[in-house]
């Protein structure tokens, strides 16, 4: 069965930092395109495309204008795992966010209508 589980997410003041992971079973995360999105209160059921990391043979990633420069996305292909380290992190960045999968050999395309497989999501929450 093909699962992403999504984990790391918490409480955190505003300039704070988190480190979100999400891994794999059932298949090997290194073939797909990764997306980190996000659902922010009362704006169900819209997410938000926040970064976006191609196969591994592509090689690019892909940012939303809002956390260019704080949030940065990363493989472990040892470990079948995804990363979102976040830093510098605001308010407006509380919400649920979910990694998903698509692919095999999908581009960094953050659109959330591509992605065939989800996590069940992970709560962040930016607040003193």
């Known amino acids: 069965q093909l699962q992403l589980v999504e984990s790391g997410g918490g409480l955190v003041q505003p300039g704070g930092s988190l480190r979100l992971s999400c891994a794999a079973s059932g298949f090997t995360l290194d073939y797909y395109a990764i997306g980190w999105f996000r659902q922010a209160p009362g704006k169900e059921p819209e997410r938000e495309g926040v970064s976006c990391i191609s196969s591994s043979s592509g090689g690019s990633t892909n940012y939303a204008d809002s956390v260019k420069g704080r949030f940065t996305i990363s493989r472990d292909n040892a470990k079948n795992a995804v990363y979102l380290q976040m830093n510098s992190l605001k308010p407006e960045d509380t919400a649920v966010y979910y990694c998903?999968?698509?692919?095999?050999?999908?581009?960094?395309?953050?659109?959330?209508?591509?992605?065939?497989?989800w996590g069940q999501g992970t709560q962040v929450t930016v607040s003193s």
């Open positions: 998903a999968a698509a692919g095999p050999a999908v581009q960094a395309i953050c659109v959330p209508e591509i992605y065939d497989y």
